[in-house]
């Protein structure tokens, strides 16, 4: 099965280890695209999302970016309990 989801990250942002913390804590399969540092250089964040910054998430259709708003739809829609996640 492929997979459908992508997340756009830079190895070195917490809130994007974050998110893969929780994919991995749900068991779910996804594609990380590990971009460039320098935001002038990531092209397809922008393409898909309209914006430099990471993290992003796509599920589909479904674009998402900022680290309380993947971790709430991945928790509302993918766990059997959907308890929500502390926003920091």
Same mark, same amino acid.
Not at 5 to 23: A, D, G, K, N, P
Not at 43 to 49: A, D, G, I, K, L
């Given at each position: 099965? !492929? =997979? ?6 830079? !190895?070195?942002?917490? !809130?994007?280890? %974050?998110?893969? !913390? ?6 779910? %399969?996804?594609?990380? $695209? /590990?971009?460039? =540092? @320098? ?12 914006? /430099? =910054?990471?993290? $992003?998430?796509? @599920?589909?259709?479904? &674009?998402?970016?900022?680290? @309380? /708003? ?10 059997? /309990?959907?308890?929500?996640? &502390?926003?920091?």
């Amino acid at each position: 099965m !492929e =997979a459908k989801m992508v997340l756009y990250y830079l !190895e070195s942002c917490q !809130e994007c280890r %974050t998110i893969r !913390e929780m994919l991995g804590q749900l068991g779910l %399969t996804y594609v990380c $695209v /590990n971009v460039s =540092a @320098d935001k002038t250089k990531r092209p397809e964040v922008y393409r898909v999302s309209g914006q /430099n =910054a990471v993290p $992003v998430l796509v @599920d589909g259709e479904i &674009v998402m970016n900022t680290q @309380d /708003n993947i971790l709430e739809y991945l928790v509302e829609r993918y766990s059997h /309990n959907p308890v929500r996640p &502390v926003k920091y």
